[in-house]
C-alpha cells in the first residue's frame, strides 16, 4: 500500500492518503464533500459492503458526493479465487456484484446521478456517480 501512495502523491500532492482498515479507521467528526472508491468495494464480503456503504454515507456531508467504480457481473458470486489479469496472479477475495444488485446497494442513503460504463482489462466496470440523499 505505501509504494501506491507514493505513485498517487505524484498525481495528487494535496490529497491526504490514509494507509488503514477503512472499517477499523476512526475519521472522528471529519465529513467529506466527496468520497472516490474506484476497484474497493469489491473486496469486501456483501454484508461488510452494506457497511463499508453505510460508514461512507456517514463520513459525506449531506449533498456529499460518492464516485464509485467496480467490475459488474451475470451472477453474484463471492470467494477467495486466484487474481488473473496480474503476472503473480496472487489470491484475494472477490465479491462479483451484478449491476442490479450493486443498485440495489445504493437506494437507500444515495441518489443516482450518472452511470458509466467501460471495458478495462477485460472486465466490465460500471463506475457511478451519486448523492448523498
Known sequence: AEKIIAVAKDSSPNTTF???DFLQHDFGTKKFDAICAKAFLHLFPKDDAYTVLNK???LTQENGALFLATTIHDAPTEGYEEKQDYSESPIRYRKKWT???LLEAFTHNWRIV???YNTER???WLALTLQKK
Request: glycine share 0%.
Open 56 to 58: 461512507i454515507a456517514d
Open 122 to 124: 477485460s472486465k466490465r
Open 114 to 116: 450518472e452511470k458509466n
Open 18 to 20: 490514509i494507509n488503514d
Open 99 to 101: 449491476e442490479a444488485e
